[in-house]
């Protein structure tokens, strides 16, 4: 069984930066694709961004050119670098990981995910 735990959210104003993290624990993650999502109140959860095992990435469309997700299978570990926030970026981020990629990017499922970590962006 895999437990995810991501931690990084927090308040910042527009324009600025965040670093989610999510550290996995129960198995080693290097051969799993994972991914980050987000849900705003009221909205669908969104794809944000989504690695390979290998380091292939993939990125929702109203986050690319300004968020960054990377790995360190070292320490089992998936980040998510938020550059440039906006306000509409405010929402409960969630890390997941699957044994397939495809099941990430193109269902929007994964056999296991985080508990979530609320990012607020302030105008």
């Known amino acids: 069984q895999v437990q995810l735990v991501e931690s990084g959210g927090g308040l910042v104003q527009a324009g600025g930066s965040l670093t989610l993290s999510c550290a996995g624990s129960g198995r080693t993650l290097s051969s799993y694709a994972m991914g980050w999502f987000r849900q705003a109140p009221g909205k669908e959860r969104e794809f944000v961004a989504a690695?390979?095992?290998?380091?292939?990435?993939d990125y929702g469309d109203s986050v690319k050119g300004r968020f960054t997700i990377a790995r360190d299978n070292t320490k089992n570990t998936v980040y998510l670098q938020m550059n440039s926030l906006k306000p509409e970026d405010t929402a409960v981020y969630y890390c997941?990981?699957?044994?397939?990629?495809?099941?990430?990017?193109?269902?929007?499922?994964?056999?296991?995910w985080g508990q979530g970590t609320q990012v607020t962006v302030s105008s």
């Open positions: 997941n990981a699957d044994s397939q990629y495809i099941t990430i990017v193109t269902m929007g499922k994964a056999d296991y």
């Open positions: 690695i390979r095992w290998s380091g292939g990435t």
